[in-house]
T-cell receptor, first 117, second 114 residues
Framework: SQQGEEDPQALSIQEGENATMNCSYK?????LQWYRQNSGRGLVHLIL?????REKHSGRLRVTLDTSKKSSSLLITASRAADTASYFCATDAGGEGSNFGNEKLTFGTGTRLTIIP | DAGVTQSPTHLIKTRGQQVTLRCSPKSGHDTVSWYQQALGQGPQFIFQYYEEEERQRGNFPDRFSGHQFPNYSSELNVNALLLGDSALYLCASSTTWDTLYEQYFGPGTRLTVT
C-alpha cells in the first residue's frame, strides 16, 4: 500500500515560475526522499531530508519537512522545460534502533509536473 | 562507472507463464531492492536482497521470488503470471555503508501480460 499522497496530482506552470509539491505520510520515518521520473522510466534521486532536519536546499530545489504534521514539500524554483516529469516522495521507515540504512522505501502516488515553454 | 542496469527493457508474456528479470547493481553496492510500479501509481516494494538472502519483503504473494548472486546481481522471478502483474519493475541498489541512504534505480523492465 502507498505510504502517503502527493498533492496536487497534476500541476502545469509556465517556464520560469516556481513549482511546489506536497507530500503527506502516515508513519514515523527515518528520512524522506524525493525522486523524479521521466516518462515511466527509472527514478532519479533528487534530495534526502532526515527526520531531524526541517529544511534542505540543493540547487533549485528546496525541501521542507514537518514531522509533527507528517508532511513535506518540494519547491522547484525558476522551472525549466526539462523539469517536466513525475515527482515522488518516498519514506524510509527504518525507525528507531535501525542500524541498517537503506531500508525499503514507501512511495506516494506522485505529482505529474508539466512546464509550459 | 556503470549505474544500475536491468534486462530486458520490455517483455510480453501470456497469463500463466513465468518470467525472470535481471538487475546488476551499481559498482560497489551490495544491496538490491525490487519494486513494482503499476501505471499511474508510485512504486511498491517487493523485496530486498543482501548477502544473497532476502532481508525484507513487501506485501507480495509467493509467486514473486528472487535471488542474489555472489557478484551482487539479482533476479526477480514471477510465476503463474496474472494480468495484474503488468507493470514497470524497478531495481534499486544501495550499500550498507552509505549513511546517505541513497538508493540508485535502474531504468526498469516493462512487463506486459496478455
Amino acid at each position: 500500500s502507498q505510504q502517503g499522497e502527493e498533492d496536487p496530482q497534476a500541476l502545469s506552470i509556465q517556464e520560469g515560475e516556481n513549482a511546489t509539491m506536497n507530500c503527506s505520510y502516515k508513519t514515523s520515518i527515518n528520512n524522506l526522499q524525493w525522486y523524479r521520473q521521466n516518462s515511466g522510466r527509472g527514478l532519479v534521486h533528487l534530495i534526502l531530508i532526515r527526520s531531524n532536519e526541517r529544511e534542505k536546499h540543493s540547487g533549485r530545489l528546496r525541501v521542507t519537512l514537518d514531522t509533527s504534521k507528517k508532511s513535506s514539500s518540494l519547491l522547484i524554483t525558476a522551472s525549466r522545460a526539462a523539469d517536466t516529469a513525475s515527482y515522488f516522495c518516498a519514506t524510509d521507515a527504518g525507525g528507531e534502533g535501525s542500524n541498517f540504512g537503506n531500508e525499503k522505501l514507501t512511495f506516494g502516488t506522485g505529482t505529474r509536473l508539466t512546464i509550459i515553454p | 562507472d556503470a549505474g544500475v542496469t536491468q534486462s530486458p527493457t520490455h517483455l510480453i508474456k501470456t497469463r500463466g507463464q513465468q518470467v525472470t528479470l535481471r538487475c546488476s547493481p551499481k559498482s560497489g553496492h551490495d544491496t538490491v531492492s525490487w519494486y513494482q510500479q503499476a501505471l499511474g501509481q508510485g512504486p511498491q516494494f517487493i523485496f530486498q536482497y543482501y548477502e544473497e538472502e532476502e532481508r525484507q519483503r513487501g506485501n507480495f504473494p509467493d509467486r514473486f521470488s528472487g535471488h542474489q548472486f555472489p557478484n551482487y546481481s539479482s533476479e526477480l522471478n514471477v510465476n503463474a503470471l496474472l494480468l495484474g502483474d503488468s507493470a514497470l519493475y524497478l531495481c534499486a541498489s544501495s550499500t550498507t555503508w552509505d549513511t546517505l541512504y541513497e538508493q540508485y534505480f535502474g531504468p526498469g523492465t516493462r512487463l506486459t501480460v496478455t
